[in-house]
């Protein structure tokens, strides 16, 4: 008994101030992610990875827009987005206290616009991301000259490049091209295409 | 087939069955060097489980059913046996099931340890095994259609909600008593356990005759939910939350599974990695249970006591994966992050006073003259029948049974590691608690070890091919007894088949025996022995069958007479 007494005056007070004190976490503690739309392009890596689909992106090709969203009411906090983001966009935060009073503000989102495909004019791929290879290219060591040259590449839909891969193979083997019939409108390759990889 | 002949363990157990009954294995496949696969002739199904279960030391896990109907045109069935005999290997025995007629011979009249696998059989695949003698459902509700299968491949959408069929509880519950005897429901949810269960005691005067009890009343389809919605390798995060107290060793077996039926060899510092946390887990795990022991015996100090040093056991799984629970650090093929110097001398001061303050608390739980009086010879659970139901854990271990998966078939970074496996004769409570507290300084002394061994090297292995309708298990030893999953990979990056089956699957069914001859007031005890992660619940109906009457005592009354065993609320 008298041990048992010994221990209690020991141990002292174990009850947390907490929510009057913050509480200490551990530095490498994954609580609530934390999105900025100025570093996000939009690529969709995180809502491929993300296991409990509280990610996700929409096209809406009307608009020529793509959003990227997210809900924290599905989130699992396991942090996939931020090991998958290529630059840093959404990282988790120290912040556990996710309670709200209006459910829609589980809710987080930013809309991107999109560049429309060269050769058929379907918006595809947001702006942005384009931007982001031709800095890639640029800071691999490419001149910035050649790197703007395969813009046209990037910003030519995937649809569009396997007709125009179709197109040269036919060209080179010297045969007739026929366009399928379901084929965008067939504009004229832009020149850069050419010598794309 | 991927593994060399000299390496096939358990390949005696295969020859001694085909020597035994000639012409009864059809096809045998090898999916790891200790795990075969057998598919028998049906007819013979129970002879030959029988056969390994009894004549050459196997112990029943799991059974798992399959729709193989897309596949080859038939279901089949599992049975997955843990072979310890003189070499420890698993040996699944398979057999087809026809489509048209749906029955298979049933396993349970010769194990009894197959009845929830068979019961579960017929719930989700409507397979009719044939002879089982307890034909009850155990997974569905009452209210559920009767010719609606969940898990049958074309039976509905993961999403679907059917209507229910009816408003009243159609469920027999069973009493083998001979006399006349009083019943005493607890429920709708169990006063010890975190799952809402519903038991019936059947009583005369204050003594427990028989008991019955049904459970799933929460069940969560996340068989059907990974196989429908996700990806492979999502599944470890689900995997995760099977359980809110041990869900990692669960995301564990999971990999494991996929990575047997694959054929990768984790990196051994991701192995380490993992084991690390499945005994840190084990620790936070123990620590709750026996804390509650205490609780239950009326020394609510001690409770306190342990629930705060436990505490310690939770920063240091903060520490090494950045959240208390649902670590979300497995992937196949490895982990997801590295232990770093800074981390590992943080983990090795918080093991260091985890063990003086465990110790001075366990030390004076002991001295305490009620838990010896509560426990000893309470909720006797007989060596054979423990046996007969396969059980797992402290619960098998406390019955004399040397089992514990981390020795018998070693995975993550176990194999070679210093492991006593503490077995007592007691076959009652107090058994299965002095086996957790001396499991939890195993535990303190595996995270050393690993932390001082920890080989250096990659954390995941990455390149691999995923491979359709390749299967496999995966276990571990969660705090409860071993984790058993049974993993069948499908199309597109998903699962075809995913069966897990929890620790305490196997300890229920035999919970009835432990309950048999004891007093009402040692109930909840004694279903907290088997761990079964707790909960407080609202009340208790009490239903007096000789008088047609029914009252309602209140939890705290129940919980009360527990403890203190005064006052019966039943009088
Ligand atoms: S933390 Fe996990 S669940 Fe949450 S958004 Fe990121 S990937 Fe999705
Ligand atoms: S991975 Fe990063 S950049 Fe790509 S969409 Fe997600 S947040 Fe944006």
């Known amino acids: ?197 | 087939m991927l593994a060399p002949t000299d390496t096939k363990v358990g390949k005696t157990y295969i020859d001694a069955l085909r020597l035994k009954f000639p012409d009864v294995v059809l096809e045998e496949s090898w999916q790891a060097d200790n795990q075969a696969t057998i598919t028998v002739d049906p007819g013979s199904l129970p002879a030959v489980v029988e056969e390994l279960h009894y004549g050459q030391g196997g112990w029943l896990s799991v059974v798992v059913a399959n729709d193989e109907r897309p596949l080859s045109g038939h279901y089949a069935v599992y049975y997955v046996l843990s072979m310890e005999g003189v070499e420890k290997s698993w040996v699944v025995v398979r057999a087809v099931v026809d489509p048209e007629t749906l029955e298979f011979p049933s396993v349970t009249p010769k194990v009894p340890a197959a009845v929830w696998g068979e019961r579960e059989a017929r719930d989700m695949f409507g397979l009719r095994p044939v002879g089982l003698p307890d034909e009850r459902r155990l997974v569905l509700p009452d209210d559920w259609p009767d010719d609606l299968y969940p898990l049958r491949k074309d039976a509905m959408d993961y999403r679907m909600r059917p209507q229910p069929t009816t408003d009243t509880e159609t469920y027999k519950f069973i009493n083998e008593a001979r006399g006349e005897t009083t019943v005493v429901p607890l429920g709708p949810l169990h006063i010890t356990s975190d799952e809402p269960g519903h038991f019936r005691l059947f009583v005369d005067g204050e003594t427990i005759v028989d008991a019955d009890y049904r459970l799933f009343y929460v069940h969560r389809g996340m068989e059907k939910l990974a196989e429908t919605r996700m990806g492979y390798d999502e599944v470890t995060f689900l995997a995760d939350r099977i359980c809110g107290i041990c869900g990692f060793t669960h995301s564990v077996a999971y990999a494991n599974s996929v990575e047997n039926a694959l054929g990768i060899v984790v990196p051994p510092r991701a192995g380490a990695i993992r084991s690390i946390l499945l005994e840190v887990e084990r620790l936070h795990s123990h620590l709750l249970n026996i804390g509650l022991a205490c609780h239950f015996v009326g020394f609510d100090t001690g409770f306190m006591q342990f629930f705060r040093v436990r505490e310690k056991a939770m920063t240091m799984a903060e520490l090494l994966t950045g959240a208390r629970k649902t670590y979300a650090l497995n992937l196949i093929g490895g982990v997801r992050r590295d232990i770093l110097k800074d981390e590992r001398s943080r983990t090795l001061t918080l093991i260091a006073e985890l063990r003086r303050e465990v110790q001075e608390l366990v030390d004076m739980l002991l001295a305490t003259p009620n838990m010896r009086q509560r426990t000893e010879g309470v909720g006797r659970l007989e060596t054979s029948i423990a046996r007969d139901y396969s059980t797992v854990g402290p619960v098998v271990r406390g019955s004399g049974h040397r089992r514990d998966v981390r020795v018998l078939h070693p995975f993550a970074g176990y194999k070679g590691a210093p492991l006593p496996v503490h077995v007592m004769e007691g076959c009652d409570v107090l058994s299965r608690v002095l086996i957790r507290t001396r499991e939890v300084f195993d535990s303190l002394a595996l995270v050393e070890y690993f932390l001082d061994t920890m080989p250096e090297g990659p954390l995941l292995l990455e390149g691999f091919t995923f491979k359709p309708h390749r299967f496999a298990l995966g276990y571990t030893e969660a705090p409860r007894g071993e984790d058993v999953h049974w993993t069948m990979l499908g199309d597109n990056q998903k699962l075809y088949r995913w069966r897990c089956r929890a620790a305490t699957y196997a300890n229920w069914p035999p919970l009835r025996y432990m309950l048999r001859g004891n007093t009402v007031s040692d109930a909840p005890l004694i279903v907290a022995s088997i761990d079964p992660c707790y909960s407080c619940t609202d009340r208790v109906t009490v239903v007096d069958v000789r008088k047609q009457k029914s009252m309602i005592i209140p939890y705290k009354d129940m919980e009360r007479y527990c403890r203190e065993r005064t006052g019966s609320p039943l009088k």
């Open chain 1, 1 to 197: 008994m008298i041990k048992l007494l010994k221990i209690i005056l020991k141990a002292g007070e174990a009850t947390a101030k907490y929510p009057f004190a913050p509480l200490p976490i551990s530095p490498n503690f994954r609580g609530k992610p934390e999105y900025d739309a100025k570093d996000c392009m939009a690529c969709g890596a995180c809502t491929i990875a993300c296991p409990a689909n509280a990610l996700s992106m929409e096209t809406d090709p009307d608009a020529g827009t793509r959003t990227w969203s997210i809900f924290y009411g599905r989130c699992i906090f396991c942090a996939r987005c931020e090991e998958v983001c290529p630059t840093g966009a959404i990282e988790l935060s120290d912040d556990f206290e996710l309670a709200v009073f209006n459910r829609d503000d589980l809710f987080k989102s930013a809309t991107f616009a999109l560049a429309p495909c060269r050769c058929c004019g379907t918006p595809f791929v947001a702006r942005k991301e384009v931007d982001y290879v031709i800095e890639l290219l640029v800071h691999q060591g490419l001149p910035r000259e050649a790197a703007e040259q395969r813009r046209g590449f990037y910003e030519t839909c995937p649809d569009c490049r396997r007709l125009q891969e179709v197109d040269r193979a036919t060209r080179q083997a010297g045969m007739v091209h026929a366009a399928p019939a379901a084929a965008p409108p067939a504009k004229a390759a832009p020149a850069e295409m050419e010598t794309a990889p």
